[in-house]
């Protein structure tokens, strides 16, 4: 079965920073590339930044300087700092993962699996 658990969400004012993380299985993190998602109710969700294994990383134009996407071997999990947060990024953050033949690797139709999400919001 595979899982992907996000951690880390929570509330904080614009300007601030929070650090995602997904956690996930052993398999997962050697076999799959793995993205970071978000979406706002009525929206459609939207890619925000994925890793591939050997460590390339693509970013949403709205993210980039902002945010970094990181892997940690040791843990078989995934972060994303988010630095200088913004109202706009207020969503649902969700990890993904695909296989990574899978392009373009921000568009959420691309990946198979998928967290249950963990809600940022920032305020002004």
């Known amino acids: 079965q595979v899982q992907l658990v996000e951690s880390g969400g929570g509330s904080v004012q614009a300007g601030g920073s929070l650090r995602l993380s997904c956690a996930t299985s052993?398999?997962?993190?050697?076999?799959?590339?793995i993205g970071w998602f978000r979406q706002v109710p009525g929206k459609e969700r939207e890619g925000v930044a994925t890793?591939?294994?050997?460590?390339?990383?693509s970013y949403a134009d709205s993210v980039k300087g902002r945010f970094t996407i990181s892997r940690d071997t040791a843990k078989n999990s995934l972060s994303l700092q988010m630095f200088i947060l913004k109202v706009e990024d207020t969503a649902m953050y969700y990890c993904?993962?695909?296989?990574?033949?899978?392009?373009?690797?921000?568009?959420?139709?691309?990946?198979?699996?998928w967290g249950q999400g963990t809600q940022v919001t920032v305020s002004s």
């Open positions: 052993e398999y997962i993190y050697s076999a799959y590339c």
């Open positions: 890793i591939d294994r050997d460590g390339t990383t």
């Open positions: 993904a993962a695909r296989v990574c033949a899978s392009r373009p690797v921000l568009l959420p139709t691309a990946y198979s699996y």
